[in-house]
């Protein structure tokens, strides 16, 4: 299926183990004190093996192994991104939409590359500027930068910030289990619904 592949378990475990070096020792400000009953055992190649302190557009403090218990979509972003970043968010809101699942029953997390930029007021303002369903997508940004390319090696996304302030990265959406295993990854970049997500949504919801 274009655009898809699925991750071999020694791939994620690699790609955990190198995530995980790259964690500094000290964040800025500190992950919850532990992870949520749904998160207490998780399988080996779990990409919730990887902690990561994040705070989202609400101001909330969470560590997001906090989401696992139900199928999760995990992308990349930055809020000054003008070119790949409003399609990858126009083509999300067109799957979800296009899906309609059951309240609840699935989330989106869009985690921002640029930690030293983005903050809650500023995601809030993204919310609203492209009339995204908080009640679905949960927008956030990790307490450093350390974490942010600590998670970003662990979903593939490779970035780099130019001189000028804007970020090249390439986009990959993730569909992760309950446990947070990968069943599923999209690279695809159009302003529609991304219909081979679609099929591998509607299986994992089922």
């Known amino acids: 299926m274009k655009g898809f592949k699925r991750c071999s378990l020694a791939l994620r475990q690699v790609l955990l183990?190198?995530?995980?070096?790259?964690?500094?020792?000290?964040?800025?400000?500190?992950?919850?004190?532990?992870?949520?009953a749904a998160s207490a055992s998780i399988p080996a190649d779990s990409l919730y093996g990887l902690p990561v302190a994040l705070v989202d557009a609400q101001g909330v403090k969470f560590d997001w192994r906090e989401m696992?218990?139900?199928?999760?979509?995990?992308?990349?972003?930055?809020?000054?991104?003008?070119?790949?970043?409003?399609?990858?968010?126009?083509?999300?809101?067109?799957?979800?939409?296009?899906?309609?699942?059951?309240?609840?029953?699935?989330?989106?997390?869009?985690?921002?590359?640029n930690p030293l930029h983005d903050t809650p007021a500023s995601l809030g303002h993204l919310l609203h500027m492209h009339k995204i369903d908080g009640d679905i997508f949960r927008l956030?940004?990790?307490?450093d930068e350390g974490q942010t390319r600590a998670m970003a090696a662990a979903l593939q996304i490779k970035y780099r910030q130019l001189d000028n302030g804007e970020i090249t990265h390439n986009t990959r959406v993730s569909l992760l289990n309950a446990g947070g295993?990968?069943?599923?990854?999209?690279?695809?970049?159009?302003?529609?619904a991304d219909q081979a997500l679609l099929a591998e949504l509607r299986k994992a919801l089922q």
């Open 17 to 36: 183990s190198s995530a995980l070096l790259l964690v500094p020792g000290v964040a800025t400000w500190a992950a919850p004190a532990a992870p949520s």
């Open 140 to 143: 956030a940004v990790a307490a």
């Open 68 to 113: 696992a218990g139900k199928p999760l979509l995990v992308t990349m972003f930055y809020g000054d991104c003008a070119s790949a970043c409003p399609v990858l968010i126009e083509s999300l809101k067109l799957t979800i939409a296009e899906l309609q699942p059951a309240p609840g029953s699935l989330r989106v997390l869009m985690v921002s590359l």
């Open 181 to 192: 295993q990968e069943i599923a990854s999209s690279t695809l970049l159009k302003s529609t």
